[in-house]
Protein backbone atom coordinates (compact mmCIF):
# COMPACT_ATOMS: atom_id res chain seq x y z
CA UNK A 1 0.00 0.00 0.00
CA UNK A 2 1.49 3.61 -0.84
CA UNK A 3 2.09 5.62 1.75
CA UNK A 4 3.65 8.82 1.15
CA UNK A 5 6.12 11.00 2.88
CA UNK A 6 4.84 12.79 5.99
CA UNK A 7 6.60 16.18 4.47
CA UNK A 8 3.63 15.80 1.42
CA UNK A 9 0.84 15.32 3.87
CA UNK A 10 -0.49 18.77 3.78
CA UNK A 11 1.25 20.27 0.51
CA UNK A 12 -1.76 22.11 -1.54
CA UNK A 13 -1.18 22.25 -5.47
CA UNK A 14 -1.05 25.97 -6.78
CA UNK A 15 -4.45 27.50 -6.41
CA UNK A 16 -3.48 29.61 -9.88
CA UNK A 17 -2.78 26.35 -11.52
CA UNK A 18 -6.25 24.89 -9.88
CA UNK A 19 -8.46 27.70 -11.27
CA UNK A 20 -6.49 27.58 -14.53
CA UNK A 21 -7.43 23.85 -15.05
CA UNK A 22 -11.09 24.26 -14.32
CA UNK A 23 -11.35 27.20 -16.64
CA UNK A 24 -9.44 24.96 -19.01
CA UNK A 25 -11.79 22.17 -18.61
CA UNK A 26 -14.66 24.58 -19.28
CA UNK A 27 -13.46 25.80 -22.80
CA UNK A 28 -12.87 22.64 -23.87
CA UNK A 29 -16.65 22.10 -23.60
CA UNK A 30 -16.67 25.08 -25.77
CA UNK A 31 -17.65 27.23 -23.02
CA UNK A 32 -16.56 31.12 -23.73
CA UNK A 33 -14.60 31.72 -20.85
CA UNK A 34 -12.41 34.98 -20.23
CA UNK A 35 -9.27 33.92 -17.82
CA UNK A 36 -7.99 36.79 -15.81
CA UNK A 37 -6.17 34.06 -13.65
CA UNK A 38 -2.50 34.38 -16.14
CA UNK A 39 0.55 34.89 -13.90
CA UNK A 40 2.77 35.28 -17.46
CA UNK A 41 3.12 37.72 -19.73
CA UNK A 42 0.63 37.34 -23.09
CA UNK A 43 3.35 38.15 -25.41
CA UNK A 44 6.13 35.81 -27.29
CA UNK A 45 9.62 35.74 -26.27
CA UNK A 46 11.53 38.73 -28.54
CA UNK A 47 12.51 37.21 -31.62
CA UNK A 48 16.19 38.15 -30.57
CA UNK A 49 16.60 35.80 -27.92
CA UNK A 50 14.48 33.23 -29.58
CA UNK A 51 17.64 33.99 -32.30
CA UNK A 52 20.63 33.46 -29.61
CA UNK A 53 18.67 29.73 -29.01
CA UNK A 54 18.19 28.94 -32.03
CA UNK A 55 22.32 29.46 -32.83
CA UNK A 56 23.52 28.44 -29.50
CA UNK A 57 21.88 25.15 -30.74
CA UNK A 58 23.23 25.10 -34.15
CA UNK A 59 26.27 25.84 -32.74
CA UNK A 60 25.88 22.39 -31.09
CA UNK A 61 25.92 24.11 -27.93
CA UNK A 62 23.12 21.10 -26.07
CA UNK A 63 25.54 19.71 -22.87
CA UNK A 64 25.59 19.99 -19.66
CA UNK A 65 26.68 23.27 -18.07
CA UNK A 66 28.69 23.81 -14.77
CA UNK A 67 25.68 23.05 -12.03
CA UNK A 68 24.82 26.65 -10.69
CA UNK A 69 24.87 28.04 -14.74
CA UNK A 70 27.28 29.23 -17.41
CA UNK A 71 30.24 32.06 -16.72
CA UNK A 72 28.77 33.72 -19.67
CA UNK A 73 25.63 33.77 -18.24
CA UNK A 74 26.63 34.89 -14.42
CA UNK A 75 28.80 37.34 -16.22
CA UNK A 76 25.60 39.27 -18.24
CA UNK A 77 23.67 38.86 -14.53
CA UNK A 78 26.52 40.51 -12.77
CA UNK A 79 26.42 43.33 -15.60
CA UNK A 80 22.59 43.28 -15.26
CA UNK A 81 22.57 44.12 -11.58
CA UNK A 82 25.61 46.75 -12.14
CA UNK A 83 23.68 48.62 -14.56
CA UNK A 84 20.09 48.50 -12.46
CA UNK A 85 20.47 48.17 -9.28
CA UNK A 86 24.18 49.61 -9.22
CA UNK A 87 25.86 46.17 -7.50
CA UNK A 88 28.46 44.40 -7.49
CA UNK A 89 28.54 40.67 -7.30
CA UNK A 90 30.99 37.95 -8.29
CA UNK A 91 30.23 34.99 -10.24
CA UNK A 92 30.53 32.61 -6.96
CA UNK A 93 28.18 35.24 -5.20
CA UNK A 94 25.77 34.19 -7.99
CA UNK A 95 23.06 31.01 -8.65
CA UNK A 96 21.35 30.11 -12.11
CA UNK A 97 18.34 27.95 -11.28
CA UNK A 98 15.56 26.76 -12.88
CA UNK A 99 13.21 29.55 -12.69
CA UNK A 100 13.06 31.93 -9.79
CA UNK A 101 10.72 29.50 -7.91
CA UNK A 102 13.23 26.50 -8.26
CA UNK A 103 15.70 29.15 -7.07
CA UNK A 104 13.80 29.84 -3.87
CA UNK A 105 12.85 26.34 -3.00
CA UNK A 106 16.57 25.46 -3.45
CA UNK A 107 17.54 28.47 -1.02
CA UNK A 108 14.84 27.58 1.50
CA UNK A 109 16.47 23.76 1.25
CA UNK A 110 19.63 24.86 1.94
CA UNK A 111 19.17 27.43 4.81
CA UNK A 112 15.89 26.03 6.93
CA UNK A 113 16.62 23.37 9.85
CA UNK A 114 13.61 21.80 11.37
CA UNK A 115 11.41 24.54 12.88
CA UNK A 116 13.26 27.86 12.23
CA UNK A 117 11.08 30.52 10.99
CA UNK A 118 9.93 32.40 7.74
CA UNK A 119 8.30 35.60 7.80
CA UNK A 120 5.82 35.83 5.06
CA UNK A 121 4.05 39.48 4.66
CA UNK A 122 0.13 38.57 4.00
CA UNK A 123 -1.03 38.62 1.21
CA UNK A 124 1.74 36.38 -0.42
CA UNK A 125 2.52 34.76 -3.49
CA UNK A 126 0.84 30.96 -2.52
CA UNK A 127 4.61 28.96 -3.45
CA UNK A 128 6.54 30.89 -0.54
CA UNK A 129 4.65 28.94 2.85
CA UNK A 130 4.77 25.54 0.93
CA UNK A 131 8.29 26.18 0.33
CA UNK A 132 9.03 27.01 3.52
CA UNK A 133 7.43 23.68 5.05
CA UNK A 134 8.78 21.64 2.51
CA UNK A 135 12.48 22.45 3.95
CA UNK A 136 10.69 21.50 7.74
CA UNK A 137 10.33 25.61 8.48
CA UNK A 138 7.52 27.35 9.82
CA UNK A 139 5.95 30.19 8.25
CA UNK A 140 5.09 33.24 10.43
CA UNK A 141 2.51 35.36 9.07
CA UNK A 142 2.27 39.09 9.20
CA UNK A 143 -1.15 40.54 7.58
CA UNK A 144 -0.57 43.40 6.00
CA UNK A 145 -4.08 45.23 5.33
CA UNK A 146 -5.12 46.95 2.59
CA UNK A 147 -5.23 49.78 4.71
CA UNK A 148 -1.44 49.69 4.95
CA UNK A 149 -0.93 49.62 1.23
CA UNK A 150 -0.49 45.66 1.73
CA UNK A 151 2.72 46.44 3.20
CA UNK A 152 4.43 45.49 6.51
CA UNK A 153 5.93 48.08 8.59
CA UNK A 154 8.74 48.14 10.84
CA UNK A 155 6.78 47.35 14.43
CA UNK A 156 4.91 44.45 13.02
CA UNK A 157 8.29 43.05 11.50
CA UNK A 158 10.16 43.50 14.85
CA UNK A 159 7.26 41.64 16.71
CA UNK A 160 7.28 38.78 14.59
CA UNK A 161 10.49 37.98 15.35
CA UNK A 162 11.69 35.45 17.77
CA UNK A 163 14.89 33.52 18.09
CA UNK A 164 14.14 31.05 15.84
CA UNK A 165 13.88 33.29 12.91
CA UNK A 166 16.02 32.73 9.99
CA UNK A 167 14.47 35.31 7.45
CA UNK A 168 11.71 37.22 6.41
CA UNK A 169 10.39 37.59 2.47
CA UNK A 170 10.14 40.81 0.60
CA UNK A 171 8.51 40.70 -2.80
CA UNK A 172 8.34 44.09 -4.06
CA UNK A 173 6.34 44.58 -6.67
CA UNK A 174 4.47 42.38 -4.93
CA UNK A 175 2.40 39.53 -6.59
CA UNK A 176 -0.39 39.32 -5.84
CA UNK A 177 -1.21 43.12 -4.55
CA UNK A 178 1.07 44.92 -6.83
CA UNK A 179 2.53 46.91 -4.59
CA UNK A 180 6.11 48.67 -4.40
CA UNK A 181 7.71 49.56 -0.98
CA UNK A 182 9.80 52.87 -1.11
CA UNK A 183 13.41 53.60 -0.44
CA UNK A 184 12.29 54.65 3.13
CA UNK A 185 10.11 51.68 3.95
CA UNK A 186 13.06 49.34 2.77
CA UNK A 187 15.57 51.34 5.20
CA UNK A 188 13.47 51.17 8.17
CA UNK A 189 12.73 46.93 7.46
CA UNK A 190 16.34 46.55 6.70
CA UNK A 191 17.11 48.27 9.84
CA UNK A 192 15.22 45.40 12.03
CA UNK A 193 16.57 42.86 10.26
CA UNK A 194 20.32 44.16 11.12
CA UNK A 195 19.49 44.63 14.63
CA UNK A 196 17.87 40.78 14.45
CA UNK A 197 20.83 39.67 12.40
CA UNK A 198 18.08 37.75 9.89
CA UNK A 199 18.56 37.37 6.48
CA UNK A 200 15.95 38.87 3.73
CA UNK A 201 15.12 37.53 0.92
CA UNK A 202 14.18 40.00 -1.71
CA UNK A 203 11.87 38.35 -4.83
CA UNK A 204 12.11 41.00 -7.65
CA UNK A 205 10.77 39.12 -10.26
CA UNK A 206 8.50 41.89 -11.41
CA UNK A 207 11.10 44.70 -11.09
CA UNK A 208 10.52 46.04 -14.28
CA UNK A 209 6.73 45.99 -14.58
CA UNK A 210 6.41 49.30 -12.39
CA UNK A 211 4.43 52.50 -13.27
CA UNK A 212 3.42 55.89 -12.81
CA UNK A 213 6.39 57.52 -11.05
CA UNK A 214 7.47 54.95 -9.22
CA UNK A 215 10.63 53.48 -8.94
CA UNK A 216 12.44 50.08 -7.71
CA UNK A 217 14.80 49.79 -5.44
CA UNK A 218 16.22 46.58 -4.50
CA UNK A 219 16.65 46.26 -0.50
CA UNK A 220 20.50 45.14 -0.94
CA UNK A 221 20.77 48.91 -2.55
CA UNK A 222 20.92 50.11 0.39
CA UNK A 223 23.69 49.88 2.62
CA UNK A 224 26.70 47.60 3.12
CA UNK A 225 24.86 45.77 5.50
CA UNK A 226 21.74 45.48 3.80
CA UNK A 227 23.28 43.95 0.90
CA UNK A 228 25.10 41.29 2.88
CA UNK A 229 22.32 39.77 4.68
CA UNK A 230 19.60 40.02 1.38
CA UNK A 231 19.63 37.44 -1.34
CA UNK A 232 17.84 38.61 -4.08
CA UNK A 233 15.67 36.63 -6.46
CA UNK A 234 15.12 37.63 -10.14
CA UNK A 235 15.28 35.73 -13.21
CA UNK A 236 14.37 36.35 -17.21
CA UNK A 237 10.44 34.81 -16.61
CA UNK A 238 8.15 38.52 -16.13
CA UNK A 239 10.77 40.14 -17.71
CA UNK A 240 11.58 39.20 -20.74
CA UNK A 241 8.19 37.10 -21.05
CA UNK A 242 10.13 34.20 -20.79
CA UNK A 243 8.09 31.81 -18.21
CA UNK A 244 8.72 28.60 -20.21
CA UNK A 245 11.97 28.83 -20.51
CA UNK A 246 12.93 28.35 -16.62
CA UNK A 247 15.71 30.36 -16.24
CA UNK A 248 15.87 32.45 -12.70
CA UNK A 249 19.06 33.34 -10.24
CA UNK A 250 19.95 34.50 -6.58
CA UNK A 251 22.72 36.76 -5.91
CA UNK A 252 23.88 36.94 -2.17
CA UNK A 253 26.16 35.66 0.08
CA UNK A 254 28.81 33.34 -1.23
CA UNK A 255 28.78 29.81 1.28
CA UNK A 256 24.91 30.14 1.04
CA UNK A 257 25.28 30.04 -3.18
CA UNK A 258 27.72 27.57 -2.81
CA UNK A 259 25.20 25.26 -0.99
CA UNK A 260 22.47 25.84 -3.42
CA UNK A 261 24.94 24.92 -6.25
CA UNK A 262 26.19 22.19 -4.33
CA UNK A 263 22.43 20.96 -4.02
CA UNK A 264 21.64 21.88 -7.47
CA UNK A 265 24.68 20.07 -8.63
CA UNK A 266 22.34 16.83 -7.04
CA UNK A 267 18.98 17.64 -8.09
CA UNK A 268 18.82 19.48 -11.40
CA UNK A 269 22.18 19.08 -12.49
CA UNK A 270 22.06 22.47 -14.58
CA UNK A 271 19.38 24.58 -15.69
CA UNK A 272 18.55 24.21 -20.02
CA UNK A 273 21.32 24.85 -21.53
CA UNK A 274 19.34 26.38 -24.58
CA UNK A 275 17.23 28.53 -22.30
CA UNK A 276 20.87 29.58 -20.49
CA UNK A 277 21.85 31.10 -24.07
CA UNK A 278 18.66 32.43 -24.56
CA UNK A 279 18.76 34.44 -20.88
CA UNK A 280 22.50 35.82 -21.88
CA UNK A 281 20.64 37.47 -25.08
CA UNK A 282 17.75 38.71 -22.76
CA UNK A 283 20.47 40.55 -20.63
CA UNK A 284 22.91 41.42 -22.90
CA UNK A 285 20.99 42.00 -26.21
CA UNK A 286 18.59 45.10 -26.71
CA UNK A 287 15.67 45.90 -23.92
CA UNK A 288 13.14 47.82 -26.40
CA UNK A 289 10.92 44.74 -25.58
CA UNK A 290 10.93 44.81 -22.29
CA UNK A 291 9.76 48.61 -22.40
CA UNK A 292 6.90 47.47 -24.83
CA UNK A 293 5.48 45.24 -22.64
CA UNK A 294 5.79 47.51 -19.65
CA UNK A 295 3.97 50.10 -21.41
CA UNK A 296 1.25 47.87 -22.93
CA UNK A 297 0.26 46.29 -19.25
CA UNK A 298 0.64 49.92 -17.94
CA UNK A 299 -2.14 51.26 -20.45
CA UNK A 300 -4.35 48.35 -19.90
CA UNK A 301 -4.23 49.32 -16.11
CA UNK A 302 -5.13 52.64 -17.05
CA UNK A 303 -8.08 51.70 -19.25
CA UNK A 304 -9.60 48.72 -16.47
CA UNK A 305 -8.37 50.23 -13.10
CA UNK A 306 -11.50 52.76 -12.79
CA UNK A 307 -14.13 50.30 -14.37
CA UNK A 308 -13.07 48.24 -11.57
CA UNK A 309 -13.41 50.88 -9.40
CA UNK A 310 -16.96 51.26 -9.95
CA UNK A 311 -18.23 47.47 -9.73
CA UNK A 312 -20.35 47.85 -6.53
CA UNK A 313 -19.06 46.07 -3.83
CA UNK A 314 -15.62 46.63 -4.93
CA UNK A 315 -12.41 48.54 -2.64
CA UNK A 316 -9.72 48.20 -4.98
CA UNK A 317 -5.67 49.84 -4.21
CA UNK A 318 -4.17 51.42 -7.70
CA UNK A 319 -1.24 48.91 -8.27
CA UNK A 320 2.37 50.32 -8.64
CA UNK A 321 3.62 47.36 -10.51
CA UNK A 322 3.48 43.75 -11.57
CA UNK A 323 0.44 42.90 -13.53
CA UNK A 324 -2.22 42.55 -10.94
CA UNK A 325 -5.19 44.15 -9.13
CA UNK A 326 -6.55 42.68 -5.96
CA UNK A 327 -10.07 44.18 -4.69
CA UNK A 328 -11.86 43.11 -1.83
CA UNK A 329 -14.82 41.95 -2.95
CA UNK A 330 -16.03 40.87 0.69
CA UNK A 331 -18.93 43.18 0.50
CA UNK A 332 -19.57 42.28 -2.66
CA UNK A 333 -19.84 38.94 -2.06
CA UNK A 334 -22.45 39.82 0.60
CA UNK A 335 -24.58 41.69 -0.84
CA UNK A 336 -25.01 38.85 -3.92
CA UNK A 337 -25.82 36.12 -1.38
CA UNK A 338 -22.68 34.49 -1.44
CA UNK A 339 -21.18 33.11 1.75
CA UNK A 340 -17.17 33.51 0.88
CA UNK A 341 -15.63 35.24 -1.62
CA UNK A 342 -14.71 31.83 -2.70
CA UNK A 343 -17.81 30.89 -3.46
CA UNK A 344 -18.19 34.24 -5.20
CA UNK A 345 -15.42 33.48 -7.25
CA UNK A 346 -16.73 29.92 -8.22
CA UNK A 347 -19.81 31.51 -9.53
CA UNK A 348 -17.88 34.29 -11.38
CA UNK A 349 -16.47 31.05 -13.31
CA UNK A 350 -19.71 29.31 -13.61
CA UNK A 351 -21.85 32.13 -14.70
CA UNK A 352 -20.19 35.24 -15.71
CA UNK A 353 -17.33 32.69 -17.45
CA UNK A 354 -14.73 35.13 -15.88
CA UNK A 355 -11.69 32.90 -14.15
CA UNK A 356 -10.27 34.94 -11.46
CA UNK A 357 -7.97 33.55 -8.88
CA UNK A 358 -9.79 33.51 -5.05
CA UNK A 359 -7.60 35.43 -2.56
CA UNK A 360 -7.61 32.46 0.02
CA UNK A 361 -4.36 31.04 -1.59
CA UNK A 362 -2.65 34.36 -1.00
CA UNK A 363 -4.08 34.45 2.78
CA UNK A 364 -5.87 37.67 1.65
CA UNK A 365 -9.74 35.65 1.89
CA UNK A 366 -11.58 39.11 1.20
CA UNK A 367 -9.97 39.50 -2.39
CA UNK A 368 -9.69 38.22 -5.69
CA UNK A 369 -7.00 38.57 -7.87
CA UNK A 370 -7.42 39.78 -11.93
CA UNK A 371 -4.73 39.18 -13.85
CA UNK A 372 -4.23 42.13 -17.09
CA UNK A 373 -1.76 39.38 -18.80
CA UNK A 374 -4.60 40.00 -21.21
CA UNK A 375 -5.56 41.76 -24.69
CA UNK A 376 -7.56 44.88 -23.48
CA UNK A 377 -10.34 43.90 -25.75
CA UNK A 378 -11.13 40.42 -23.43
CA UNK A 379 -10.03 42.76 -20.10
CA UNK A 380 -12.72 45.14 -21.16
CA UNK A 381 -15.77 41.99 -21.83
CA UNK A 382 -14.70 40.39 -18.85
CA UNK A 383 -14.83 43.49 -16.75
CA UNK A 384 -18.49 44.38 -17.72
CA UNK A 385 -19.02 40.33 -17.20
CA UNK A 386 -17.75 40.87 -13.54
CA UNK A 387 -20.40 43.79 -13.04
CA UNK A 388 -23.24 42.53 -14.94
CA UNK A 389 -23.04 39.58 -12.56
CA UNK A 390 -22.80 41.70 -9.17
CA UNK A 391 -25.44 44.05 -10.51
CA UNK A 392 -27.40 40.86 -11.31
CA UNK A 393 -27.35 39.36 -8.05
CA UNK A 394 -27.39 42.48 -5.72
N1 LIG B 1 8.07 35.05 -7.41
C1 LIG B 1 6.86 35.57 -7.65
C2 LIG B 1 6.34 36.62 -6.74
C3 LIG B 1 6.10 35.12 -8.74
O1 LIG B 1 4.89 35.64 -8.98
C4 LIG B 1 6.63 34.11 -9.56
C5 LIG B 1 5.85 33.55 -10.68
O2 LIG B 1 4.66 33.57 -10.73
C6 LIG B 1 7.90 33.61 -9.27
C7 LIG B 1 8.60 34.10 -8.19
C8 LIG B 1 8.53 32.51 -10.07
O3 LIG B 1 8.95 32.88 -11.33
P1 LIG B 1 9.73 31.84 -12.27
O4 LIG B 1 8.88 31.71 -13.49
O5 LIG B 1 11.05 32.47 -12.55
O6 LIG B 1 9.86 30.56 -11.53
Not at 74 to 93: F, H, M, P, T, V
Not at 160 to 181: C, E, F, Q, W
Not at 242 to 255: P, S
Not at 377 to 391: D, N
Request: proline residues 5%; hydrophobic residues 40%; negative net charge.
Amino acid sequence: MLKLANRVQTLTPSTTLAITAKANELKAQGVDVIGLGAGEPDYNTPQNILDAAERSMEEGKTKYTPAGGLPALKQAIQDKLQRDQGLSYEKNEILVGVGAKHVLYTLFQVLLNEDDEVIIPIPYWVSYPEQVKLAGGVPVYIEATAGQSYKITPQQLREAITDRTKAVIINSPSNPTGMLYSKEELEALAEVCREADILIVSDEIYEKLIYGDATHISVAELSEDAKSRTVIINGVSKSHSMTGWRIGYAAGDKELIKAMTDLASHSTSNPTTTSQYAAIEAYNGPQDAVEEMRQAFESRLEAIFPKVQEIPGFTVLRPQGAFYLLPDVSEAAAKTGFSSVDDFAKALLEEANVAVIPGSGFGAHSTIRLSYATSLELLEQAVERISQFVHKHW
